[in-house]
T-cell receptor
Framework: EAQVTQNPRYLITVTGKKLTVTCSQN?????MSWYRQDPGLGLRQIYY???????DKGDVPEGYKVSRKEKRNFPLILESPSPNQTSLYFC???????????????FGPGTRLTVT | AQSVSQHNHHVILSEAASLELGCNYS??????LFWYVQYPGQHLQLLLK??????LVKGIKGFEAEFIKSKFSFNLRKPSVQWSDTAEYFC??????????FGSGTKLNVKP
């Protein structure tokens, strides 16, 4: 089944404890992206990757890191989480990295992160 | 920075009523436009998309949207809503530098 998977789905952690949220897609997609969803703010793009070893900042990259060593994986790293990073996180991927008919994104199931 | 505005934050309709959700974006160049739906507790699913050609696009579940370039708008419509359309709807734009921008969402509540 074609899908985007994220792990873990739920995570409660404490301030300052490094964590990684994994994202994997099995569709050979070029473009991958991370978003956070907060009430009233919609989704905001954290980082995106147009291909292996190519990553760039979205609108809200502060406090996050990413890497794209393999095409299928795009982990999100919080080196020192803070309470303001409590949010619902979505990974997404799309076939193409350029504007056109194959640029719609497929979303993972989400990771609900609570930082205390 | 680019922006996407959804004017209706909460919409309450009765079944069979018509729906129109507004979406405006700020980027004047070439864009791809999307509407996504998020059912309670679920991830986002694509309703429809526009990338070129006919500005009236049809999506799944009877939804359609019209791209009006002069108004920077991409409004979502459905002639007759059902209780199962209760969800949150997001407009999204893919503009310069391959970044995606989402609106703040519209929560639709359809009363049976």
């Amino acid at each position: 089944e074609a899908q985007v998977t994220q792990n873990p789905r739920y995570l409660i952690t404490v301030t300052g404890k490094k964590l990684t949220v994994t994202c994997s897609q099995n569709m050979n997609h070029e473009y991958m992206s991370w978003y956070r969803q907060d009430p009233g703010l919609g989704l905001r793009q954290i980082y995106y990757s147009m291909n292996v070893e190519v990553t760039d900042k979205g609108d809200v990259p502060e406090g996050y890191k990413v890497s794209r060593k393999e095409k299928r994986n795009f982990p999100l790293i919080l080196e020192s989480p803070s309470p303001n990073q409590t949010s619902l996180y979505f990974c997404a991927s799309s076939l193409s990295s350029t504007l056109g008919p194959h640029h719609e994104q497929y979303f993972g199931p989400g990771t609900r992160l609570t930082v205390t | 920075a680019q922006s996407v505005s959804q004017h209706n934050h909460h919409v309450i309709l009765s079944e069979a009523a018509s729906l129109e959700l507004g979406c405006n974006y700020s980027y004047g160049g070439t864009v791809n436009l999307f509407w996504y739906v998020q059912y309670p507790g679920q991830h986002l699913q694509l309703l429809l998309k526009y990338f070129s050609g006919d500005p009236l696009v049809k999506g799944i579940k009877g939804f359609e949207a019209e791209f009006i370039k002069s108004k920077f708008s991409f409004n979502l419509r459905k002639p007759s809503v059902q209780w199962s359309d209760t969800a949150e709807y997001f407009c999204a734009v893919n503009g310069p530098f391959n970044k995606f921008y989402f609106g703040s969402g519209t929560k639709l509540n359809v009363k049976p």
